[in-house]
């Protein structure tokens, strides 16, 4: 297989019975999926700048391709195959667009080096908006990776124009290291950084940890595995945060933006459950708003709260996918429980890697074979 976003890599378990959630009837309108592009390379992000209808799709060996007025531009966006570490849960795994991308013009990156480390990186557009200026790549954060998985891999702005950097435990099975629940790595954690403050960042002095000499200040929350995609809704200012888990339990969190320094867990628990029997105390901690169990599943997929106009039944609905299961599931978040769940009739996508989301709020799928879906009312 390609491309496996965070597979556990222990001993199978026998699995728990699958919850795809409670008996809601669906809305209104039944979702279907629309083709909008095939034949890509192993596609694993969606983005669109702010005010901006064109669609960029980053490919993990390295290059991010537009598409625009639903055709694809020939030449590649940036090309940095030559610098990527691809295969596995490697390569060119995200982008974020600056805020302020129509007067910066900056962008940045999430990619795994040749020696198999995570680099944050700036780079600018240059006088062709369908090009970057390769040659203008600033690094702004080097991570050194123990092992080949749970790189995380996603960065994003937020709805305070800070950039969040969401980063695994690590790798390997069962966090061997401790890095979920050790202050002083930022690995298994999500990071929080004023990149239009000092250089190469600086530090946002609500963060948490400031001042702690026992912590990273970067830190904004921790106790994470693999937080291979999170989200903010910025219509009701949450965080949602899909951690991917060990063998057992996949698991989607749920809180305010603005809530610093929570604990998600890891390695304490895997979803709702003891993971740890050593230390399994759930004092202090955020357990997450929806599970699910494995079985064919093996590997949340999570994507976005829906805040497009094409589909008003759906509005506020988060949604999210399975890496192996191909199904589309979401929830409405309602008092900071998950109502309204269910599973959509699309049938199976295939290996989900990722959604995305365009300028006007609209819902994309994507999947390893090289193809993007957009979410949509079923004729």
Not at 90 to 98: E, H, Q, V
Request: one cysteine or more; glycine letters at 12%; aromatic letters at 10%.
């Amino acid at each position: 297989m390609a491309f496996m976003i965070a597979l556990a890599c222990n001993d199978p378990v026998t699995p728990p019975v699958d919850d795809p959630g409670d008996s809601t009837p669906p809305a209104a309108d039944s979702l279907g999926l629309v083709t909008v592009v095939t034949g890509l390379t192993q596609p694993v992000f969606l983005t669109s700048p702010p005010g901006d209808s064109r669609l960029f799709i980053v490919e993990q060996p390295g290059r991010i391709r537009i598409l625009e007025s639903g055709q694809p531009v020939q030449t590649p966006f940036l090309d940095i195959t030559g610098i990527v570490l691809d295969g596995g849960e490697r390569g060119l795994l995200s982008m974020a667009f600056a805020p302020n991308y129509a007067v910066s013009g900056h962008f940045y990156v999430s990619y795994t080096d040749s020696g198999g480390d995570t680099q944050i990186v700036r780079y600018t557009v240059s006088v062709n908006p369908n090009v970057a200026d390769a040659g203008s790549a600033k690094t702004i954060l080097s991570v050194t990776q123990p092992f080949s998985n749970h790189n995380g891999g996603l960065i994003m702005f937020g709805p305070d124009d800070m950039l969040y950097v969401g980063l695994g435990d690590g790798g390997s099975a069962g966090d061997p290291q401790n890095h979920g629940q050790n202050l002083q790595t930022l690995l298994g954690a999500l990071l929080r950084v004023d990149v239009t403050a000092g250089d190469p960042y600086g530090i946002p002095p609500d963060n948490p940890f400031v001042g702690n000499p026992n912590a990273r200040d970067e830190i904004w929350a921790y106790g994470l595995r693999n937080p291979w995609r999170f989200a903010f809704d910025f219509a009701d200012e949450m965080l949602y945060i899909a951690d991917v888990g060990q063998n057992a339990f996949e698991e989607v969190n749920a809180v305010p933006a603005d809530v610093p320094g929570l604990n998600y867990g890891w390695r304490l628990m895997e979803g709702n459950h003891c993971f740890n029997p050593s230390n399994c105390s759930q004092a202090g901690l955020t357990l997450p708003v929806v599970e699910y169990g494995h079985g064919p599943e093996c590997s949340v997929t999570g994507g976005f709260v829906y805040r497009g106009s094409a589909i008003p039944s759906i509005q506020g609905h988060y949604f999210y996918s399975d890496y192996c299961s191909g199904w589309l599931r979401s929830f409405k978040l309602v008092d900071g429980a998950a109502t309204e769940r269910r599973q959509w009739d699309v049938g199976n996508i295939g290996n989900v890697t990722s959604f995305g989301e365009d300028d006007a709020g609209e819902l994309y799928v994507l999947v390893s074979s090289g193809s993007v879906f957009r979410v949509s009312v079923r004729s």
